[in-house]
């Protein structure tokens, strides 16, 4: 045949055959791809400080140890209220023109994943603590600390923020510990990394292989909403999921960052009614004894009534406290009545 003697018709045919089947089997396919993944209503691109945050999370390897993808398998259901899905990642854009798309979804899971780390964890001071030695928060963590990310100053300027590192992390520093720009971005990036619900009326995509969720102690996420048939919760496991990174397994706190409640006055109160509220509402009234602010962690991680009545009995019989143990009722009441206020916290 004549094209196999003539080596530009060869050539121009084996060009032409390539680029068909690059236009159908990846250009269109991508086109098309990024004309269906836009970017979910409820989702913000980022700002400048999260954007440099996110390069300081590539950089220290973060992604060596933490996923930010919740797979449509059971087990991943502490990550988020459902499975990840495509549009999650559509802000996602290339880094530059030289660098490649930076999506950071890894593979690798020897921390939590962190998709939902802005609603589960948004305390600036604890996320501070735990880059400088995440020892100082969790006894038995195995991340690696970044001290590069923090400075000592004998006189801190104003507006600089100070970390409470307990003294048997400060290895004899003297002066203060302060975060760094760079460290204040991580805590950006990282308080932005929130999953997004999807639109009103959109099915939500199912975990697979759903079995009943059974009470194991974790937070549950928003879509589940199945009332909880049995009132015998383990709260000294709620405890653990929801309050003891910042007040520590021994309920004895953190001094300067988080007071114990150990013997705390609140936790001691046969009135149950702050102590409740400090849960659903947060707390920043002990600032000027050098506390930092509490987050509503029990709104962020939709704990039932049922959930919080199994926290407040753990810490009101533990540690050596000795309070009068709360009912169902005695929360749905105080919960009810701060109802309205949440409301408007949550649509802000
Ligand atoms: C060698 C593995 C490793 C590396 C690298 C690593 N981490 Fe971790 N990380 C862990 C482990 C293990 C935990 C769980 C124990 C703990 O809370 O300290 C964790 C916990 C966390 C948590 C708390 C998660 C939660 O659900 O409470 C955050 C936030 C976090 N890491 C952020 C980071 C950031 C940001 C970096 C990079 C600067 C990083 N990690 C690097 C292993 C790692
Ligand atoms: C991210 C860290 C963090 C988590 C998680 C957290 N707290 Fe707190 N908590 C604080 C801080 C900080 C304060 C002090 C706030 C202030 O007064 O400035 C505080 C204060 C309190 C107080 C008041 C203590 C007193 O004597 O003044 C109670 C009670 C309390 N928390 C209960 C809980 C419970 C229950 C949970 C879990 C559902 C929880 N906290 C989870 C950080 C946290």
């Not at 700002?47 to 390069?55: C, N, S």
């Not at 962190?114 to 001071?125: A, H, M, W, Y």
Request: aromatic share 8%; charged share 20%.
């Amino acid at each position: 045949m004549e094209i196999y003697n003539n080596h530009k018709r060869l050539f121009g045919a084996a060009i032409i055959l390539f680029i068909v089947l690059t236009m159908f089997a990846a250009i269109l396919p991508a086109l098309n791809a990024e004309k269906n993944d836009v970017p979910l209503p409820g989702s913000k691109a980022l700002t400048p400080d999260e954007l440099a945050g996110k390069g300081i999370y590539i950089r220290e390897g973060c992604i060596a140890c933490h996923t930010q993808q919740v797979r449509n398998v059971d087990m991943d259901k502490i990550w988020g209220s459902r499975p990840g899905i495509a549009a999650d990642y559509a802000r996602i854009k290339r880094t530059d023109v030289w660098r490649n798309t930076a999506m950071l979804m890894g593979s690798e899971r020897t921390g939590p994943d962190l998709t939902n780390i802005g609603v589960r964890q948004p305390s600036q001071d604890w996320l501070l603590l735990h880059f400088y030695n995440p020892r100082s928060v969790v006894a038995q963590s195995i991340m690696p600390a970044y001290p590069w990310l923090f400075e000592v100053k004998e006189y801190p300027f104003p507006g600089d923020v100070a970390v409470h590192v307990p003294d048997e992390y400060r290895k004899g520093i003297t002066g203060q510990i302060i975060a760094t720009k760079e460290a204040m971005q991580l805590v950006a990036y990282l308080k932005s990394l929130k999953q997004v619900s999807l639109p009103d009326g959109k099915p939500t995509p199912l975990f697979l292989y759903g079995k009943d969720s059974k009470e194991t102690g974790i937070a549950q996420s928003a879509a589940s909403t199945k009332a909880i048939a049995a009132p015998q919760l383990d709260g000294a496991a709620l405890y653990t999921a929801n309050c003891s990174s910042c007040h520590q397994p021994n309920g004895e706190g953190l001094a300067g960052a988080f007071p114990a409640l150990k013997g705390s006055k609140v936790v001691l109160d046969d009135n149950p009614e702050v102590q409740i509220t400090i849960i659903m509402k947060g707390y920043n009234g002990r600032a000027n004894e050098g506390y930092g602010v509490m987050p509503p962690v029990g709104t962020n991680n939709n704990l039932k009534p049922e959930e919080i009545v199994a926290i407040i009995n753990h810490e009101r019989t533990s540690w050596g406290n000795g309070s009068k143990q709360v009912t169902v009722d005695d929360v749905k009441k105080v919960i009810a009545a701060l109802k309205p206020a949440n409301e408007i916290a949550a649509k802000k």
